[in-house]
């Protein structure tokens, strides 16, 4: 029997290859979480960016919504571009453009010019953020070293939203509200250097599909519709015609979309990526786990500064220790327990213990501290978010076809979105109710009374927003498949001889 023993060089040849891989997760991790972190990190500069410019409050809402817009409906379009055209080619495209609309932003002379460039930096945010995830879908083909590369990513997307709210209060404080835009610029030249350097590409054999255009119409219209939809509940509430004139309008279109689908014959989505079973309980949980999420950061961010007069960079500082909690629980889930038990077991205990963390901020009052009261639920939202988030993005994008893999990452990315949008709507307009309740039960309206009217507008956004993960928990227990059964993250071993000679595909 003859034995195959690998020479020095081959060795040599294949730990090139993986430290090559792990660079190419360093560039893709830094553009993830420039795009995460800038949902969030323009909120803190508004307050000092309207005084510098002299918007108005009506006004002020469009430079978070114009960015949510082009991006949450253009995201499935980017994410089938890069399958198109090539993941390397449209991810520096993706950063460049980025970098160009975040110093226009930051030089803006005028409220207009920053509009215009929030929604620029959309439109490139949803070709870099959808693509991001491709390259990472396509270069870690190695089960374990899949693994430890989602737990990475899922741990960048989870913690994105409050490295913002850090990073927002301190160079808005320290230096100027233009530098939360500027900061782009920088990163953005570093993930071009790496790209250029690490990420591969390969040349497609056959001929290049074709764009899905009356899909794309459909699907894009029927994504702006509903973020919009969902924009103006929050600022013109739910009796407002054209909040439900653009959400009929995006049911119809997303309909539309969907019947257009089973028979185009290049389609922008193949049904067959979110009929899986697997895939849909996947992109059901990040959207979930992405209406929850972004409330805990919207309201424990207005209770830490009206509520305990919390600095701007304190507030930043409060959610240090949830980012913690959130990467320790990635690491952990995607390198011990996810391999283990499945997502089927994971994803609904990271539902429970966010849901658990929801219930501990419902006992905040006046007079709580955030050692004692506010530090504990977000240590418990944060383990439970990187158990969540990991878990899902892995079987989100396992198993995809290699020329759809772009688009299939870019239904995580729409799902978070669209989870967002409708968190922040349906959770502000309860909040609201609940504190227009309290004032008229509790007239007349002192100081005092209006400080606990926010508490209890508080307190019904965390009600409502345990109620969303516990729904996340049942959904994700029950969609999921068990392990063994059809695709799951245990479902394909790879043997040691394998997985030890394995070679990464070439991305596209």
């Known amino acids: 029997m003859t034995q195959i023993t690998s020479s020095p060089s081959d060795v040599a040849d294949a730990a090139k290859v993986s430290q090559r891989r792990w660079l190419t997760l360093t560039v893709v991790a830094l553009a993830q979480l420039m795009v995460v972190l800038d949902s969030t990190v323009v909120n803190i500069a508004l307050p000092a960016a309207q005084t510098d410019l002299g918007f108005s409050d009506g006004d002020r809402q469009w430079v978070v919504t114009a960015y949510s817009l082009a991006f949450g409906s253009l995201l499935l379009l980017g994410g089938r571009l890069s399958d198109l055209i090539g993941r390397k080619r449209t991810f520096i495209i993706g950063l460049i453009g980025f970098a160009v609309a975040s110093a226009l932003g930051g030089a803006a002379d005028s409220f207009g010019t920053l509009v215009a460039a929030r929604a620029l930096q959309g439109v490139f945010g949803a070709l870099l953020a959808p693509t991001a995830l491709a390259v990472l879908t396509t270069t870690f083909t190695i089960p374990k070293e899949r693994a430890r590369a989602f737990g990475i990513f899922g741990a960048i997307a989870g913690a994105g939203g ?234 989100a994008t396992l198993g995809v076809d290699r020329e759809f893999a772009g688009v299939a990452s870019a239904m995580v990315n729409t799902s978070q979105q669209v989870g967002g949008s409708i968190g922040v709507a349906l959770l502000n307009t309860l909040a609201a109710t609940a504190a227009a309740d309290y004032l008229t039960a509790n007239a007349p309206v002192t100081a005092a009374v209006a400080a606990n009217a926010a508490i209890a507008s508080y307190a019904t956004a965390y009600w409502w927003g345990a109620g969303f993960f516990a729904l996340g928990a049942v959904v994700s227990a029950l969609l999921f498949r068990r392990r063994g059964q059809g695709l799951s993250l245990s479902a394909h071993p790879v043997a040691p001889a394998a997985q030890a000679d394995a070679v990464p595909m070439p991305v596209h």
């Open 162 to 395: 409050a490295v913002g709210l850090l990073l927002g209060g301190f160079l808005t404080e320290r230096f100027d509200w233009r530098w939360n835009l500027y900061i782009n610029v920088f990163i953005a030249i570093i993930g071009v250097i790496g790209a250029v350097i690490y990420v591969s590409e390969s040349k497609r054999t056959g001929p290049r599909p074709k764009l899905d255009i009356p899909g794309t119409v459909l699907i894009s219209g029927g994504l702006f519709g509903l973020v919009y939809g969902f924009a103006n509940a929050e600022t013109d509430g739910w009796d407002s015609p054209l909040t439900w004139g653009m959400l009929a309008g995006a049911a119809v279109l997303l309909v539309a979309f969907v019947l257009w689908q089973r028979r185009a014959a290049h389609p922008l989505l193949p049904l067959k990526i979110v009929l899986d079973r697997n895939r849909g309980a996947a992109y059901a949980s990040v959207l979930i786990a992405g209406a929850g999420m972004f409330g805990i950061f919207l309201f424990v961010t207005y209770y830490l500064q009206t509520s305990l007069t919390f600095s701007p960079i304190q507030t930043g500082l409060a959610f240090l220790p949830m980012i913690g909690m959130l990467v320790l629980a990635a690491q952990l889930s995607t390198n011990i327990f996810v391999p283990r038990f499945g997502p089927k077991i994971m994803v609904p205990t990271g539902m429970v213990l966010a849901m658990i963390g929801m219930l501990l901020l419902t006992r905040l009052d006046l007079d709580s501290s955030y050692a004692a009261n506010v530090l504990p639920a977000l240590m418990v939202m944060g383990f439970g978010m990187g158990t969540i988030m990991p878990a899902s993005m892995q079987t």
